[in-house]
């Protein structure tokens, strides 16, 4: 590890001094990429953390957001990536990803209630990918079953620009009362820093600096170093006795050791209280002989806390830990306002620096951009309705993940009300009888193609996604991910979706309340494709939620036709469908614009109606439209209960594949033994068109343009069973 020149420079000239090999590698550590957003914190004020009715209780800056469900009632919500180490060892990087986002929940006084996953892999096909894939998604699983935090919901997306570089990004909501909030802010000189947790090692060094650089070639083996290893027993008994210090009062402020080690923990901490700090080093329990000052305060070993704990209760904050086989350093105290930020090794002094320089002192990048290029020609491949349909279907991207969500216990807890498979899984908050809807994910097709519009359409998609489940959408996490900064195109992409996801999420007026940035994610098979991954929640009356796949309704024995309607589709309504970041032209070939979302001033009032509608007792199911289009869609809610539906391309601009296969956000496809109700809540909103009856066969009966498709359920899950088939 050394410090760039230039930021040598200024270190310097700060101190008045050359720093010591401690303090290089703090700065160096601290002021990277990972830690400090020297590249993308100029961008992060086009976000908007606030909202009208003054939910935010805690925003963008601490270890995780905090949002009021009531005034008694508190949710957590942060997100994370580990990006570089889910490539160097899929399986201990992810599950190390999962164990930090769950600290990050309990260093605001909360207990984690659900995980969701957002992977990103290379092509199917290639061989690496899928060990990747599948290591990543066992270590997900190991870990966050071994804890017992239900893994509820997510995303997975596979796409060559990933092949060098897979992104696994990681969220986690938690729960709270009011009055066990604390915060990563040191509040009072005299207290006391006490490491709680894991003993330290020497796995993990430099992992902030690792994750500020391109792959190399070569990483797999050189950077093994740099991946930290997870240990979910400890954990569990980390988070139990969290719960037990929460409940006592005991702790003044939290910090989760993460990044930059104790260093990054206790520095940010000192610097957001305006406070000093003394720290003396050899007093952390460690796991290794002869481990340095250098090693001690940047190692990444994982499932390790930091509390401020007043004098008083050092004792039983001892106890606890005991209680819970933990181990218990006091390592030092907070120092009046002014004071520097010091650490000594027995007895000398090896860090000695101002906090808040250290912390917050990093200068911004100054980084050249190019605007992305759109494609506005139109070469559409020529298939054959039933290849392109089967095709469609059966790709990675759409078929079903089962394989994946299978291996998660995803209902431990009994919170779960509606569980993985369908638009967002539903958590029931039984403190305040609130039903909590959560939805994640991205679309590297949609963001390749046009990354503003791309990321306004992933926001527009999530936010669906919970409206369908008869849920308003409340609050936003995200993680940016992105190549090299330093290559002008790759930054002008990462920019273009920064400003797409703000403005859709303002659009909505859904504040982002906190989240991660991942760039340098480059190998020598080029930059990823820009990815803003979006975690986002949305409450309502209890827990309750139409089902993603036809139900009909029964009447003894007999299964009563529902109506199925299709909403907000533009093509249907006469406008060119565009296919554009379709999963149609990832299969075949071809190019052509990109459809975008709706229009800015459309998209609460969709939003809101659709919420409506789908708690409305007519409502049967709801499906959002979006990967894969109107096909999958369809192909997805078979079940006994089938559908006899006819799409017209008559009077319209579409061709009978543009109508089933383009991916313009903002439809849903919904049963219902109501139709006019239906159409005139959405009077004036979005086109609703009438577009065939459910039925008791299990098949589902599909004409376009006079040419009819038919298929029963088990043929669709046998077509969308890839992924099963291929790993189990």
Known sequence: MSLAPADYGLVVSELGRDPTPAEEALFENLWSEHCAYRSSQPLLSAFDSDDDSQSVVVGPGDDAAVVALTDSTYITMGIESHNHPSYVDPYDGAATGVGGIVRDTLSMGAYPIALTDSLYFGSFEDEHSRYLFEGVVEGIADYGNSIGVPTIGGSVDFHPDYEGNPLVNVACVGLLSSERLVTA???TAGNALVLIGNTTGRDGLGGASFASEDLSEDAETEDRPAVQVGDPYTEKLLIEANETLMDEELVEAARDLGAAGLGGASTEMVAKGGLGARIELEKVHQREPNMNALEILLAESQERMCYEVAPENIERVRAVAERYQLGCSVIGELTESGSNYVCTFDGSVVVDVPAEYLADGAPMNDLESVQPELEDQSDLPDRALETAFESVLASPNTASKRWVYRQYDHEVGTRTALRPGDDAAVMAIYECETGLA?????????????????????????????AAKGAQPLAAVDCLNGGNPETPEVYG???????????ACSDLSVPVVGGNVSLYNDSASGPIPPTPTLAMVGTKDGYDAPPCGFTGVETNTDT????????????????????????????????????GPLDSEDVP?????????????????VHDVSHGGLAVTLAEMVTDTGADVTLSCEGTKASAAELLFHEQVGRVVIETTDPDAVRTAFDGVTPVHEVGQTDGTGELTLSVNGETLRYDKSTIRDIRSRIDRELD
């Not at 590297?444 to 919970?466: F, I, K």
């Not at 907000?568 to 296919?579: E, N, P």
């Open 438 to 466: 959560i939805a994640a994910g991205s679309n590297p097709l949609w963001t390749s193609a046009a990354p503003y519009d791309g990321a306004r359409a992933v926001a527009l998609e999530t936010a669906t996604n919970l």
């Open 185 to 187: 802010e040191a509040q």
């Open 605 to 621: 009032a969709f939003v809101d109606t659709l919420t409506a509608v789908a708690n409305a007792a007519s409502t049967l199911a």
């Open 493 to 503: 992409g990462f920019k273009a979706i920064v400003d797409g996801l703000a403005h």
């Open 560 to 595: 009563e036709a529902g109506t199925i309607l299709v909403v907000g589709d533009r093509a249907l309504a006469g406008d060119r469908a565009k296919l554009g970041g379709s999963e149609y032209l990832a299969q075949f070939e071809g190019s052509d614009a990109f459809p």
